[in-house]
């Protein structure tokens, strides 16, 4: 790899899932780009169960091939445990649509990430690890480049036609444009770490991502089977109530397992095999995608919840779509924010229905099995929506249909209560004569 060079046509800031992506696509498009990364590759990374619809991004890059070869374990299907322990059935994507697009994997994101990484240098980017943007340098309301500083501490001033912010949580142009929004509805944290020797269920010819409700249904654990006998386990609930008054996030974390009967017995001949970690108050959005010579990218975008393992897959698609207004834009020297941001509206209508599904998941009357076994006619929809097929016309009316569920299950719930409250009453008359 050669020294940065003093001007591109687009430099991309962050080498995660969206960066590579992004320079991968711009720079297959015969444009000069430039990929960096705060980071020395591999580096991990949470967010290990992916989405099947991502198939289309790695075939379009040229990756389906590499990750065949890999030996991360194939993701067949998503299972939900509620807060009684009862099972749904398994959505299993292949039962629903045969198709190879149906499954994907759990990964390591240390390796995929890498694998990434190292696929856009091979289309042509100028790919650099261990350097950090500190800036980006506006030009009014224009990006007219970016401020870098590698591992040697000697700083560069790289000049760009485009700047696509892919830094993740990071979201440093947003956050200097101040145009982040956190979302008050969702101020979750998480706390996670793998497991060495955990149950793996590969009935349905790989492995699947459970969701599991703890009981009371005040936090959720993922549970993510991985090459090497590992087991991601992350529990997430409100930040307040995991991380505020508590002894410490590990005690914290053996409080809510064991709350959770269905984590527990998979894990009963498991051992940690590396430390907990902790995240909080990842969820947020940006008021607009592009601006005058900027785009942002995946979570520097926004990101809505871990439940439904969207984010790499948004961070993939977004890229992508970004990515061809980019290099469309560079070829007709039209950078503009319309140009740029030509993608946001339909994408971000896509993402609208997992994000409902997200408020649906977070209700207190929530439970999927129960859903479909009063609405079968939705399993279809509701398969297509964990596949990540969010960017179709609604096929059946499942919110509508979630909605008044919902409703009903609310007040059902509000009237046995006040039953139970009469009853208690009357026997305590009947008592008292
Ligand atoms: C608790 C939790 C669980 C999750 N689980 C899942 C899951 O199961 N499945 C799923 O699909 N998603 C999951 N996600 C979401 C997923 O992690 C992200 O959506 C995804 O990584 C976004 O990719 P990205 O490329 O946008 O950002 P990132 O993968 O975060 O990449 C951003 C990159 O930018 C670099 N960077 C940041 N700042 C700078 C800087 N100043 N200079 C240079 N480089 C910089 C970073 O080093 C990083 O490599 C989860 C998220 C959370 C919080």
Same mark, same amino acid.
């Given at each position: 790899?050669?020294?940065?060079?003093?001007?591109?046509?687009?430099?991309?800031?962050?080498?995660?899932?969206?960066?590579?992506? +992004?320079?991968?696509? #711009?720079?297959?498009? !015969?444009?000069?780009? /430039? =990929?960096?990364?705060?980071?020395?590759?591999? $580096? @991990?990374?949470?967010?290990?169960?992916?989405?099947?619809?991502?198939?289309?991004?790695?075939?379009?890059?040229?990756?389906?091939?590499?990750?065949?070869?890999?030996?991360?374990?194939?993701?067949?299907?998503?299972?939900?445990?509620?807060?009684?322990?009862?099972?749904?059935?398994?959505?299993?994507?292949?039962?629903?649509?045969?198709?190879?697009?149906?499954?994907?994997?759990?990964?390591?994101?240390?390796?995929?990430?890498?694998?990434?990484?190292?696929?856009?240098?091979?289309?042509?980017?100028?790919?650099?690890?261990?350097?950090?943007?500190?800036?980006?340098?506006?030009?009014?309301?224009?990006?007219?480049?970016?401020?870098?500083?590698?591992?040697?501490?000697?700083?560069?001033?790289?000049? +760009?036609?485009?700047? #696509?912010?892919?830094? !993740?949580?990071?979201? /440093? =142009?947003?956050?200097?444009?101040?145009?982040? $929004? @956190?979302?008050?509805?969702?101020?979750?944290?998480?706390?996670?770490?793998?497991?060495?020797?955990?149950?793996?269920?590969?009935?349905?010819?790989?492995?699947?991502?459970?969701?599991?409700?703890?009981?009371?249904?005040?936090?959720?654990?993922?549970?993510?089977?991985?090459?090497?006998?590992?087991?991601?386990?992350?529990?997430?609930?409100?930040?307040?109530?995991?991380?505020?008054?508590?002894?410490?996030?590990?005690?914290?974390?053996?409080?809510?397992?064991?709350?959770?009967?269905?984590?527990?017995?998979?894990?009963?001949?498991?051992?940690?095999?590396?430390?907990?970690?902790?995240?909080?108050?990842?969820?947020?959005?940006?008021?607009?995608?592009?601006?005058?010579?900027?785009?942002?990218?995946?979570?520097?975008?926004?990101?809505?919840?871990?439940?439904?393992?969207?984010?790499?897959?948004?961070?993939?698609?977004?890229?992508?779509?970004?990515?061809?207004?980019?290099?469309?834009?560079?070829?007709?020297?039209?950078?503009?924010?319309?140009?740029?941001?030509?993608?946001g509206p339909g994408f971000s209508q896509g993402v609208a229905s997992i994000r409902k599904l997200v408020d649906a998941f977070y209700s207190k009357e929530f439970r999927v099995g129960q859903f479909i076994r009063d609405h079968p006619e939705h399993q279809g929809r509701l398969t297509d929506l964990l596949i990540g097929r969010i960017f179709q016309p609604e096929a059946s009316p499942i919110f509508e249909d979630l909605d008044r569920w919902l409703a009903k299950q609310k007040s059902d719930k509000r009237t046995a209560k006040s039953n139970n409250q009469r009853n208690r009453q009357d026997a305590k008359k009947e008592g008292g004569n």
């Amino acid at each position: 790899m050669g020294p940065i060079q003093p001007q591109y046509d687009c430099v991309v800031l962050g080498g995660g899932p969206a960066g590579s992506t +992004a320079a991968t696509i #711009v720079a297959q498009a !015969g444009h000069s780009v /430039l =990929l960096v990364d705060r980071d020395s590759m591999p $580096r @991990p990374h949470v967010g290990e169960s992916l989405m099947p619809e991502s198939y289309w991004v790695f075939k379009r890059l040229g990756l389906l091939d590499a990750l065949a070869q890999t030996n991360f374990p194939r993701k067949v299907g998503v299972q939900f445990v509620n807060d009684t322990g009862r099972e749904s059935q398994p959505f299993f994507f292949r039962t629903h649509d045969p198709r190879p697009s149906s499954e994907t994997w759990h990964v390591d994101r240390a390796e995929f990430d890498h694998l990434l990484f190292k696929n856009a240098a091979a289309h042509g980017a100028d790919c650099h690890e261990a350097v950090r943007v500190t800036d980006v340098v506006m030009e009014r309301n224009r990006a007219v480049g970016v401020l870098l500083s590698d591992s040697s501490g000697e700083r560069h001033r790289v000049a +760009a036609r485009v700047v #696509v912010d892919a830094t !993740g949580q990071q979201t /440093l =142009l947003a956050s200097k444009l101040g145009i982040r $929004r @956190p979302n008050p509805h969702l101020k979750k944290a998480a706390l996670w770490r793998h497991y060495r020797g955990g149950d793996r269920d590969e009935s349905g010819g790989g492995v699947k991502t459970l969701i599991l409700h703890s009981s009371g249904k005040r936090s959720w654990f993922w549970y993510i089977p991985q090459s090497d006998n590992l087991v991601s386990v992350g529990c997430v609930g409100d930040s307040d109530y995991l991380l505020k008054g508590r002894a410490s996030p590990e005690q914290t974390f053996a409080e809510e397992l064991a709350q959770c009967e269905g984590v527990r017995k998979r894990l009963a001949q498991a051992t940690p095999a590396d430390k907990l970690q902790v995240d909080r108050e990842f969820s947020y959005s940006t008021n607009q995608p592009a601006g005058e010579g900027w785009v942002l990218v995946g979570d520097a975008w926004g990101f809505v919840d871990p439940v439904y393992s969207s984010g790499v897959y948004f961070a993939l698609k977004s890229a992508e779509l970004a990515a061809d207004c980019v290099a469309e834009g560079l070829a007709r020297d039209d950078t503009s924010a319309a140009q740029l941001g030509k993608w946001g509206p339909g994408f971000s209508q896509g993402v609208a229905s997992i994000r409902k599904l997200v408020d649906a998941f977070y209700s207190k009357e929530f439970r999927v099995g129960q859903f479909i076994r009063d609405h079968p006619e939705h399993q279809g929809r509701l398969t297509d929506l964990l596949i990540g097929r969010i960017f179709q016309p609604e096929a059946s009316p499942i919110f509508e249909d979630l909605d008044r569920w919902l409703a009903k299950q609310k007040s059902d719930k509000r009237t046995a209560k006040s039953n139970n409250q009469r009853n208690r009453q009357d026997a305590k008359k009947e008592g008292g004569n």
